[in-house]
C-alpha cells in the first residue's frame, strides 16, 4: 500500500504562482502513476495533472496546460505540481493520488488518496 501527504496549499493573487508537493510512503512499483486531481466547492472532481513514476512521461488537462508543471524526485518520493498564471477558477482542494492503471485520467482507477490541500487564489 501507498500512503500520501500533500502540502504547499495557501492563499495567492491572480496571476502568482504556488508549487504542491506530495510525499510517498510505502511500495511504489515501475507501473505506479501519480496524478493530482482538484475539487472546488459544489464542483465535480476533475483531473489536473499525472505523471508514469518509471518513464516520467506526463499528462495535464487541456484548462492547465502550458501554466501547471507536475515533476517527481525518486529519491525524496515526492510528486510535485507547479502552478503558474494562477486564475480564480483554479481555487480548489487539491489532491494527490497513485494507481497503477494506465487510465490515469480518471479519478475511479486511484486507489490511495492523501488528504488534500486547500488552494486559494484572490482576484
Known amino acids: 500500500q501507498v500512503q500520501l501527504v500533500e502540502s504547499g496549499g495557501g492563499l495567492v493573487q491572480a496571476g502568482g504562482s504556488l508549487r504542491l508537493s506530495c510525499a510517498a510512503s510505502?511500495?511504489?512499483?515501475?507501473?505506479?502513476?501519480m496524478g493530482w486531481f482538484r475539487q472546488a466547492p459544489g464542483k465535480e472532481r476533475e483531473f489536473v495533472a499525472a505523471?508514469?513514476?518509471?518513464?516520467?512521461?506526463?499528462y495535464y488537462a487541456d484548462s492547465v496546460m502550458g501554466r501547471f508543471t507536475i515533476s517527481k524526485d525518486n529519491a525524496k518520493r515526492t510528486v510535485y505540481l507547479q502552478m503558474n498564471s494562477l486564475k480564480p477558477e483554479d481555487a480548489a482542494v487539491y489532491y494527490c493520488?497513485?494507481?497503477?492503471?494506465?487510465?490515469?485520467?480518471?479519478?475511479?482507477?486511484?486507489?490511495?488518496w492523501g488528504q488534500g490541500t486547500q488552494v486559494t487564489v484572490s482576484s
Open positions: 510505502g511500495r511504489i512499483f515501475s507501473n505506479t502513476a
Open positions: 505523471i508514469k513514476w518509471s518513464s516520467g512521461y506526463t
Open positions: 493520488a497513485a494507481t497503477s492503471n494506465i487510465n490515469v485520467r480518471s479519478a475511479n482507477v486511484y486507489a490511495y
